[in-house]
């Protein structure tokens, strides 16, 4: 019986890490180390935002900014060819999660209650394409690959199997798409050109119906890389280092699963009773956990909107 146990937490083990949450870090890792002119580039941006933090300290939004979306469906089976219906409502968890409109807003923690915010971001599914012609903001590829991985982003291109991107300049391109081990990834703001800049979700992990599978079944998975998209980092970033957010606790690593309330008080060292804020959109805990942006997320996105 021991026996039988123990190969069934190895098991559970082993799944529970095959999936990987985000490929971001490891994407603009590679980018930096290949390619000095990236590399360049993300480090002035970095200084831009902390400059236009700086001088823009009491920003207000006048106008809800609205991101249009085209959603580029790449599937080689049924499944994979997920429906118009799943595609919506993951547009309505963005838009509730960016504008404080999730029902699970109450469970944020009293304590940062106060910097948990409204980001005034909203997102819409495009309605006119790059050549001026109506449409629903869905673009549909049949692919002869198995899955995708992040290497050259090759489901970002026809001629690799995916779909091409339309301007990034009018359009936030999402790619949804079967990954390799990978819920998803994102490009980050740089004044590199990026042919691929969008969002990349696994076909399985994006919206609330349909093809979803637990415990990332509530469209978290694209609320935290477009996170990235708009310049937030893992709270956890470089490793009790910053993610350049002055609200959010230091933190050491990431946190799996639905942790309790307070978590790890004690991370890097500090005396912080509050502990980790496992519960923001940039950890990796379970959609169910998730739950806030804070005020200085916000400040950082709007200023990459805003460069």
Known sequence: MNKILLSLLVILSANSFAQQRCGTTERTQQLSENNKEFSIAKQKVNAETTKWIENNPNFS???IITIPIVVHVV??????????????SQIDVLNKDFRKLNIDTINTPTVWQPIA?????????ATIDPNGNAT????????TVNSFGMNNDPVKSTSTGGANPWPS?????IWVCKLDNLLGYSTVPSGWNDPGDGVVIGFNYFGTIGTIQSPYHKGRTTTHEIGHWLNLDHLWENGCGSDQVNDTPTQEEENYGCPGFPHN??????TNANGDMFMNYMDYTNDACMNLFTVGQKIRMISAINQ
């Open 169 to 173: 300049d009018d359009y936030l391109n």
């Open 117 to 125: 915010t409204d980001c005034e971001i909203e997102f819409c599914m």
């Open 61 to 63: 939004v006048k106008t």
């Open 75 to 88: 599937w080689r089976n049924p499944q994979q060819n997920i429906t118009d219906a799943q595609i919506f």
């Open 136 to 143: 629903t903001g869905i673009t549909r590829t049949q692919t």
């Open 265 to 270: 008080p004690n991370s890097c060292g500090t």
